[in-house]
């Protein structure tokens, strides 16, 4: 997912821009507000962690803009404004969270998934299928070629993350994100296991292949065959 930092102090804009990135996060910069404001408008972000005082053109105006431009995406501000009223402004003006300064990073981590899963797309339909392999959500049930496949709950997580996002590399910072709800530790290999328990299931005694490596990357779901496994 595509967060814009709005954020005028080097060292916390360096910081927020590494620890979501390291959180699975896509992170753009901003470091003014004429720069913020630009980016708000013009581009496409799942969320934006926007402060109030920066120069150029303040956090109140960035909102503004937006929300009169009917743009919707959701506004986390983070800011030294502590006072009530602030945060009274902020939320009427259409923020959808306010956070005040100093703050713990754990904080504006659990804050971003909040707000990201409030205003994600609810799910359309019911089954999801590639090939001849089927995922029902409502009955939490899994089949290939007709045949019943037990998953736990992590593996059945795993797998619909895969079929949502079909034909596209997930790295592992991304699967622990999504799948784990943590940040991707190297040392571990708790990404890799899963990956070989779901393939072991639905990929072993089945053809095609589903599941690939893609070598330093990440995994794909897809039905083509893929030259880097």
């Given at each position: 997912m595509?967060?814009?930092?709005?954020?005028?102090?080097q060292k916390t804009a360096d910081y927020l821009r590494q620890g979501l990135s390291e959180s699975g996060f896509q992170v753009s910069l901003a470091r003014n507000g004429l720069d913020g404001h630009h980016l708000a408008m013009t581009e496409s972000f799942d969320l934006i962690i926007l402060d109030v005082m920066l120069p150029d053109v303040d956090g109140w105006r960035i909102l503004q803009s937006m929300r009169e431009a009917a743009n919707s995406t959701p506004v986390l501000f983070l800011t030294a404004r502590d006072s009530?009223?602030?945060?009274?402004?902020g939320l009427e003006l259409g923020a959808d969270d306010y956070l005040i300064k100093p703050f713990a990073f754990v904080e504006v981590l659990a804050r971003v998934r909040s707000l990201l899963r409030r205003t994600q797309t609810p799910v359309s339909h019911d089954?999801?299928?590639v090939a001849?392999?089927?995922l029902n959500l409502l009955k939490?049930?899994?089949s290939r070629a007709g045949k019943r496949i037990n998953l736990s709950h992590k593996e059945f997580c795993l797998l619909e993350l895969l079929l949502r996002r079909k034909g596209e590399v997930l790295p592992r910072s991304?699967?622990?994100s999504q799948v784990w709800d943590m940040n991707f530790d190297s040392?571990?290999?708790?990404i890799d296991v899963a990956i070989r328990r779901l393939r072991s299931k639905i990929d072993d005694e089945f053809e095609p292949k589903l599941i690939h490596t893609v070598r330093g990357m990440g995994y794909k779901l897809d039905?083509?065959?893929?030259n880097e496994l």
């Amino acid at each position: 997912m595509r967060l814009l930092v709005v954020e005028d102090e080097q060292k916390t804009a360096d910081y927020l821009r590494q620890g979501l990135s390291e959180s699975g996060f896509q992170v753009s910069l901003a470091r003014n507000g004429l720069d913020g404001h630009h980016l708000a408008m013009t581009e496409s972000f799942d969320l934006i962690i926007l402060d109030v005082m920066l120069p150029d053109v303040d956090g109140w105006r960035i909102l503004q803009s937006m929300r009169e431009a009917a743009n919707s995406t959701p506004v986390l501000f983070l800011t030294a404004r502590d006072s009530v009223d602030d945060r009274v402004k902020g939320l009427e003006l259409g923020a959808d969270d306010y956070l005040i300064k100093p703050f713990a990073f754990v904080e504006v981590l659990a804050r971003v998934r909040s707000l990201l899963r409030r205003t994600q797309t609810p799910v359309s339909h019911d089954e999801m299928q590639v090939a001849d392999l089927e995922l029902n959500l409502l009955k939490r049930r899994v089949s290939r070629a007709g045949k019943r496949i037990n998953l736990s709950h992590k593996e059945f997580c795993l797998l619909e993350l895969l079929l949502r996002r079909k034909g596209e590399v997930l790295p592992r910072s991304i699967i622990a994100s999504q799948v784990w709800d943590m940040n991707f530790d190297s040392d571990t290999n708790v990404i890799d296991v899963a990956i070989r328990r779901l393939r072991s299931k639905i990929d072993d005694e089945f053809e095609p292949k589903l599941i690939h490596t893609v070598r330093g990357m990440g995994y794909k779901l897809d039905v083509e065959p893929d030259n880097e496994l």
